[in-house]
């Protein structure tokens, strides 16, 4: 196996400070969210998007702290929540500046 260096990490990925526009919808009869865009470090984890997330809707009584909430890009990819919101906009962004995620709470596909 070939190793990587932290710096081809950041050729990659980007800055690690650097914000990301992370562009979120609901689908699957998910509660939609009345700010559907949020900036992110490249380095922050998508379990840290998902608590974000789940945090705001619970706050507004859209689901109850025991629900679930399925992330997905390129439609049907589900990452896991170890996965970086960098290597997520290296894979599968727009300009590498901007994160379409899509959240139901079910699994959609």
């Keep these: 196996s070939q190793v990587v260096s932290d710096q081809d990490f950041v050729n990659r990925t980007g800055d690690p400070d650097e914000k990301i526009v992370i562009t979120l919808q609901a689908v699957s009869g998910a509660p939609i969210l009345s700010n559907n865009k949020v900036q ?3 380095s922050t984890l998508l379990g840290q998007l998902s ?3 789940k945090m705001v809707l ?3 009584k859209s689901i109850q702290p ?3 909430l ?3 890009t390129s439609q049907s990819v589900s990452p896991p929540p170890t996965c970086s919101i960098g290597e ?3 894979n599968y962004g727009i300009d590498n500046k901007t994160l379409p ?6 699994e959609a596909w």
Excluded at 101 to 106: C, D, E, F, N, R
């Design 40 to 42: 992110m470090k490249r």
């Design 51 to 53: 608590k974000k997330i």
């Design 58 to 60: 619970v706050k507004n």
């Design 66 to 68: 025991s629900d679930s």
């Design 70 to 72: 399925f992330f997905y």
């Design 88 to 90: 997520l906009a290296a």
């Design 101 to 106: 995620v899509k959240y139901a709470m079910s």
